[in-house]
């Protein structure tokens, strides 16, 4: 995989991708007169629209970011189920620093930051991408974690088989908060799956 060159820019409007400009006016909503959102304010079920193109990333205290939860888009992009990954072991700050400094904006300046770059995949497929990263705060008033938002603009061959399109028919039924960040996916469909299926047994 490789990563092509980036831009980092103030996230207010990104009209190419609705889902991104809905996503992006959720947090302000969220952020209020706050800096920022907790991320405890997040509702898996109100953003159930965008699950499969969403991360959540911890940021650590050397710089590096963990991804607690990744959407399908994500997932196929990669090739790999990307929870529990450090940022670094996918992408090395030295390989890319630019990339970097718009993650490194976004949580020193706590604002959203968007971007854009391409993923080439194993096989030379290039697949372009916009990126929204949106900042989330902890207790303590720091930026503790990144929700990040991707629209991935794959070629008609290789459109992946995503679970997130089924995922808010499902979600819908969840009482709020039901679903917590640090599963994938696949692991809280099949999760709401297995209850629908009990409760009709």
């Not at 909503?29 to 898996?44: I, K, Q, S, T, Y």
């Not at 900042?135 to 930026?143: A, F, N, Y």
């Not at 290789?158 to 709020?176: E, K, T, Y």
Request: net charge positive.
């Amino acid at each position: 995989m490789v990563m092509r060159k980036t831009g980092g820019h103030v996230a207010r409007a990104m009209p190419g991708d609705p889902v991104l400009n809905k996503l992006l006016a959720y947090w302000h909503a969220l952020r209020g007169e706050r800096r920022a959102p907790m991320r405890r304010d997040l509702d898996p079920v109100e953003i159930a629209y965008g699950l499969d193109r969403i991360a959540l990333l911890e940021v650590l205290a050397d710089g590096d970011l963990r991804c607690l939860l990744a959407g399908q888009q994500l997932v196929a992009a990669l090739g790999r189920n990307a929870t529990n990954l450090l940022g670094s072991q996918v992408l090395a700050r030295r390989q890319r620093p630019d990339i970097w400094a718009v993650y490194d904006e976004a949580i020193a300046l706590c604002e959203p930051r968007s971007g854009r770059s391409s993923i080439r995949l194993p096989d030379g497929t290039n697949v372009p991408y916009s990126r929204l990263l949106l900042p989330l705060l902890d207790t303590d008033e720091s930026v503790r974690w990144l929700l990040v938002a991707y629209e991935l603009r794959w070629p008609a061959t290789r459109r992946p088989s995503l679970l997130g399109r089924v995922g808010p028919n499902f979600l819908s039924g969840i009482r709020r908060g039901a679903m917590t960040f640090g599963q994938t996916l696949d692991s809280v469909i099949g999760a709401v799956v297995a209850g629908a299926g009990r409760r009709r047994a």
